[in-house]
């Protein structure tokens, strides 16, 4: 049930700033590839129509098959033109930190003016929702919007209306003013460090080039989760039809579930992939046997920490109010087990994807092993006016769950003090 990817970091961060200052940083190209890749979006909203209109258990297998490989041959098109603002991201903030090196020579004021920079200014996908559930009165209409609204890589479910019905009795009817006057406090802010600092245009551009590829990153998810949706509907059909169980597809990829409608038997290949299944990717992609992906696993993933240790630093993803706070540590590897995460407590993570939302709104403060100042984390830390640490390399193993911690918003380190 867990992923492990791992990259060369300087050369990740070397293709990004590549991709950034190529792609994303140009004005103009920028708008022309978003553009491109609004298309895409579009094209597949109106697949999911015709994927709706049909009653999938009716249509023969050639039907079923082309009906797959459209789908699959549009979302690769959607994701290549739409991978540019995330792969930037591995290389733009350290671009523009460098640029503001001559600004502003000191690391914690350079930090600060990164984390008001880079904040983007546009409503994100879960707060355009929580605005209109607040002033919804049709919650059927609302569900058939927003029914996918917990998917993720991990799973898809179809929300029902209580679910948003209960939801909206604990939604604030100021909601949408607190949130309007939170984006208009960053934009103020942006002004007042361009203002103090006397940044350059050439400094706003870069700024407002990351700004932009985090928004474009968040209106992607939204379209990731419907396309999964979709993806689960079509493959459950051909799980149930040609013998196999729909959660085996998870170790298969998109092409070899296309197979199993040509008539290919995978049985065997999946039964081998259950105790462990690798790939890597250089010049060619090779599949990695259970062993190999073993190997790997303990080398990377399962580190000896120093017992001792009590306090990590990581990049100050967001300040919140104040210099210190503490609270009790809760470790979330499954996001899907946020039931059990308490209002206060401190999140600690690998890192967050858009399904830990509903843990992050609880949450006193984020602290995550990985990420920068665009993660996911970072964003939706600052959207909340909380707390968070990004790139902590080792809060899911120095902290253990109850453990109190202090942290220090300022220098950007969390210290267990008992």
Not at 44 to 66: H, M, R, W
Not at 128 to 137: A, F, M, Y
């Amino acid at each position: 049930g867990r992923m492990l990817w791992l990259n060369n970091a300087r050369d990740i961060e070397k293709a990004g700033r590549m991709v950034f200052i190529r792609y994303q940083l140009p004005k103009m190209k920028r708008i022309k590839i978003y553009a491109e890749w609004c298309r895409y979006a579009k094209s597949l909203d109106s697949l999911y129509k015709k994927i709706e209109s049909l009653n999938l258990s009716k249509i023969s297998n050639p039907a079923l098959l082309k009906l797959w490989n459209d789908f699959h041959k549009l979302y690769i098109k959607f994701w290549v033109s739409g991978s540019i603002p995330e792969l930037a991201n591995y290389g733009s903030t350290s671009f523009l930190e460098e640029k503001l090196l001559t600004y502003l020579p000191n690391e914690n004021d350079r930090a600060n003016v990164l984390e008001v920079l880079t904040a983007p200014t546009r409503l994100s996908f879960y707060q355009e929702e929580e605005i209109d559930l607040v002033k919804t009165h049709n919650m059927s209409e609302h569900q058939k919007r927003y029914f996918w609204l917990k998917n993720s890589y991990a799973g898809t479910k179809v929300l029902s209306v209580d679910f948003f019905r209960n939801r909206k009795k604990s939604l604030s009817p100021k909601l949408e003013a607190k949130i309007i006057e939170k984006l208009s406090q960053t934009t103020h802010k942006k002004r007042e460090v361009r203002q103090k600092y006397k940044l350059s245009k050439t400094i706003l551009d870069i700024a407002e080039a990351i700004s932009s590829g985090v928004t474009w990153q968040d209106e992607r998810k939204k379209h990731i989760f419907i396309a999964l949706h979709y993806t689960d509907m079509l493959a459950k059909e051909i799980a149930k039809r040609f013998g196999y169980k729909f959660t085996e597809f998870n170790n298969l990829w998109y092409f070899e579930v296309a197979d199993i409608v040509k008539g290919t038997k995978y049985h065997k290949k999946i039964k081998q992939r259950e105790a462990g299944f690798g790939v890597q990717f250089f010049h060619t992609c090779k599949e990695l046997s259970a062993q190999e992906t073993g190997f790997i696993w303990q080398a990377y993933e399962v580190k000896n920490t120093n017992q001792e240790q009590k306090e990590i630093k990581g990049i100050i993803a967001s300040k919140g109010d104040g210099e210190k706070l503490s609270g009790r540590i809760h470790i979330l590897l499954d996001p899907f087990k946020s039931k059990t995460f308490k209002q206060g407590e401190i999140l600690v993570a690998p890192m967050t994807s858009p399904e830990y939302i509903f843990a992050m709104r609880k949450a006193k403060a984020i602290l995550t092993d990985t990420g920068g100042l665009t993660s996911h984390a970072a964003i939706v830390s600052r959207e909340l006016g909380i707390p968070c640490l990004v790139g902590t390399k080792l809060a899911t193993k120095i902290f253990k769950d109850g453990d109190l911690v202090e942290i220090n918003q300022h220098t950007g380190t969390a210290k267990k003090i008992s």
